[in-house]
């Protein structure tokens, strides 16, 4: 997934005009919106309060919240800077790789 040059510029400006922290303060609550969603996928077979929800409504949900959750990943960058981002990526996807048993690499 990349933004074009446009979608980088809206996201600069929100930071702008709301600022850091209430930047962060979203980001904290599209987190959660995703964790609730992934939350009801792993109950599907469970009626929720609002009554059943279908898995192709669902996994639209997931999507969506996806979405949110990396436009604000995307701000969490900008605002904290990302010097040693990707050393960290490299280190935990290495150490994940780590993880994985030989017969499946």
């Avoid at 446009?6 to 209430?22: F, M, N, P, T």
């Avoid at 929800?53 to 960058?77: C, G, P, T, W």
């Amino acid at each position: 997934m990349t933004l074009t040059e446009s979608q980088e510029e809206i996201l600069c400006r929100a930071i702008k005009v709301w600022g850091d922290k209430q930047q962060v303060i979203k980001a904290i609550e599209e987190m959660q919106e995703l964790s609730k969603a992934l939350c009801k996928w792993l109950n599907l077979d469970v009626k929720v309060v609002n009554g059943s929800l279908s898995e192709s409504k669902l996994r639209d949900s997931i999507d969506e919240e996806i979405a949110d959750v990396y436009i604000m990943l995307d701000q969490l960058r900008r605002i904290f800077g990302d010097v040693y981002l990707q050393n960290y990526i490299d280190s935990k996807i290495h150490r994940l790789n780590s993880y994985i048993p030989k017969e499946l690499k």
